[in-house]
């Protein structure tokens, strides 16, 4: 034998060996105690308060109760606190329910055993374990079968229900034991092992609980919004399923036999509602409901009733009475509102429109004549106006000027709208809109202008300077999409000479045209299409006598909002006079005339502004 320190025990020395360790071993029971006694470390006050703090956290499991109802088992799970659990399917027919940061006392950790009951659980052994450091308890329940279940919390209890066996469903199911006849039998040691955290032979699918009811788009019905389920299930009986549907949402489902099959489906948190729309589509399945009850029956089962209505339905439609009703149509016209509600008549209905009291009369059987009066009453609505408010200004070429109307275009579908180019000026103190630009003599333009108080004001200050005049200011109010129209100008006499040789007093006309076509939009803006046409007489004539006509004309689209105001400009008026004026007599010498006389030409030029504003006209509601 040997001893470290390459001791070596033979018979001569193993007398002393057996003297010192009996020697050794009284000095231990006998010596001081403060050499091998060591005063412990004086707790500090901050990890007794930590460790009361851990302690708080935890609940307490309080009970653990089984029942059995006609059609389901429920477990419910008590604590003193709400708590945070999972639910795993570990295998075919065993499920772990695992409470985190709980502690369960001894006389619950008692298995409750199950199996002389119908019910679909045989078996609860619940225990206490540790996961991640902290003290949890875990809920081992053992299924006879896996039946559709579903896991509900309501502040600090959970409820496990599950669907009776299909076997069982066919026995009497008699009255369950209360829980303390219920025998319960220990946990033994190897079987909770086998579930502490990081020995788990089979990897659990962890089943989110009901959390919130957000609606789901998409699918049949387009939402969503049934409580949250989670289904696991292999070759489960369809019928199973439609039970734990009825059981979530409270409706009562009907099916017949011929609604049968297997069903494999997983499905994690989602809504019942969408559930039940997924495994109908899945199995070529149809639903219709009535109140609080759903009625499932096959797709094609459900064509041909749906076709059987529709024929009854037709046939209803051809012996039922006719009625006759006549129907006022106050804004629209009866005879285009016709058109209407002649495709909406049965094969027995007839409609005509009267223009006279612009009334449409229609005969129909009553059904058919309400949904008519609908129709004409969301169609007969008063058509929005419109009020054009046009001034045609007279000015001489300073004044735009002076005016500060901003000038330009862009070019699109739309002709002129926002966003402008302007000519690079020199600002005033005075413009009311922005950097003025000339136009050359030859066209016209387009501006706008916001205020239409500001615009007022200006007009009036610059004809008191003589520098403008109003021509006139007409209004006219049309409906929207319809065209209005505003003229004015003279009428130029020439004489005509027909083939018999008699002379007669023709006219041409010469005037200032102006139509707009309003369009109210949806955001209360208004676009308007603007034809403007001056016509002036020419210095050229015709054949006899007949006056010319210079013409210029702007035909455009623009979008303006309620009350703003547009300008049309570019339209130039030019006059010429000569005159001579002298000494008589004097004036009339050869060359030396000159000297007694002088020749006066002067050009005057003046520009037509056209502003228009239309303003949308509020009507007043119909008492």
């Avoid at 389901?72 to 708590?83: D, F, M, N």
């Avoid at 994690?268 to 109140?291: C, F, H, S």
């Avoid at 609908?374 to 419109?386: E, N």
Wanted: aromatic letters at 6%.
């Amino acid at each position: 034998m040997k001893y470290p320190g390459n001791f070596v025990c033979n018979k001569r020395t193993r007398r002393f060996v057996f003297f010192f360790l009996a020697v050794s071993t009284f000095s231990i029971f006998t010596c001081s105690p403060r050499v091998l006694y060591a005063e412990p470390e004086p707790i500090k006050p901050e990890a007794i308060s930590a460790d009361k703090t851990q302690v708080k956290k935890e609940g307490t499991v309080e009970g653990i109760d089984f029942r059995q109802t006609t059609g389901k088992s429920q477990i419910i799970v008590s604590t003193s606190r709400e708590a945070k659990y999972d639910l795993s399917r570990v295998s075919k027919d065993r499920l772990v329910l695992e409470l985190v940061e709980m502690d369960i006392p001894k006389k619950l950790r008692e298995g409750i055993n199950i199996k002389a009951t119908n019910s679909a659980v045989e078996l609860i052994n619940p225990y206490q374990t540790i996961i991640s450091g902290k003290k949890a308890v875990k809920i081992d329940i053992k299924l006879r079968t896996m039946v559709p279940y579903h896991i509900i919390q309501e502040k600090n209890k959970i409820y496990l229900d599950f669907n009776q066996p299909q076997e069982a469903l066919h026995k009497e199911v008699s009255s369950p034991p209360p829980l303390s006849a219920v025998p319960r039998t220990k946990v033994e040691a190897t079987k909770t092992q086998n579930y502490e955290e990081g020995v788990q032979t089979e990897k659990a699918e962890k089943i989110n609980p009901n959390v919130e009811l957000t609606p789901v788009e998409g699918g049949l019905r387009g939402k969503y919004t049934g409580k949250r389920i989670s289904m696991d299930f292999k070759d489960a009986d369809i019928k199973n399923l439609f039970r734990l549907i009825a059981e979530v949402s409270n409706l009562n489902i009907v099916f017949g036999d011929e609604v049968k099959g297997k069903v494999t489906i997983r499905m994690v948190d989602v809504p019942w509602d969408q559930a039940l729309d997924v495994i109908l589509e899945t199995n070529n399945l149809g639903m219709t409901r009535a109140g609080n009850i759903i009625r499932i029956v096959p797709s094609e089962k459900l064509m041909k009733e749906e076709q059987v209505m529709l024929a009854k339905k037709k046939g209803t439609e051809e012996v039922e009475e006719l009625v006759t009703e006549i129907i006022p149509v106050n804004y629209a016209l009866a005879k285009d509102t016709l058109l209407q509600i002649q495709n909406k008549l049965s094969k027995r209905g007839k409609a005509s429109a009267d223009e006279r009291t612009n009334s449409i009369l229609i005969t129909d059987i009553k059904g058919i004549v309400m949904e008519a009066k609908k129709i004409i009453g969301k169609l007969d609505t008063p058509t929005p106006q419109v009020l054009i408010e046009a001034r045609i200004v007279q000015s001489n070429p300073t004044f735009t000027r002076e005016l500060g109307v901003q000038w330009g275009g862009q070019y699109g579908p739309r002709g002129v709208s926002s966003g402008t180019y302007t000519v690079s000026g020199t600002a005033g103190s005075n413009y009311a809109i922005n950097l003025p630009s000339s136009l050359t003599h030859g066209g016209l333009g387009l501006g706008l202008v916001n205020s239409s108080a500001t615009l007022d004001l200006k007009l009036t200050a610059m004809e008191k300077d003589e520098k403008v005049k109003i021509i006139s200011r007409p209004k006219i109010v049309t409906m929207d999409n319809k065209k209005a129209k505003i003229e004015q100008g003279v009428a130029l006499p020439y004489p005509k000479q027909n083939e018999q040789g008699v002379v007669s007093t023709e006219f041409k006309l010469a005037t200032l045209l102006l139509e707009v076509t309003p369009h109210i939009t949806p955001d209360g803006s208004i676009i308007m299409k603007v034809l403007a046409k001056k016509d002036q007489k020419s210095s050229q004539t015709g054949y006899g006598g007949e006056p010319g006509i210079d013409t210029r004309s702007a035909e455009t689209e623009v979008i303006v909002k309620d009350g703003e105001t547009t300008v049309i400009g570019g339209i130039y008026e030019s006059t010429q006079t000569d005159a001579v004026s002298g000494v008589p007599f004097f004036s009339k010498i050869p060359i030396l005339g000159w000297l007694f006389k002088s020749k006066y030409k002067k050009d005057e030029i003046t520009e037509l502004l056209i502003f228009l504003t239309p303003t949308i006209v509020k009507q007043k509601p119909v008492s």
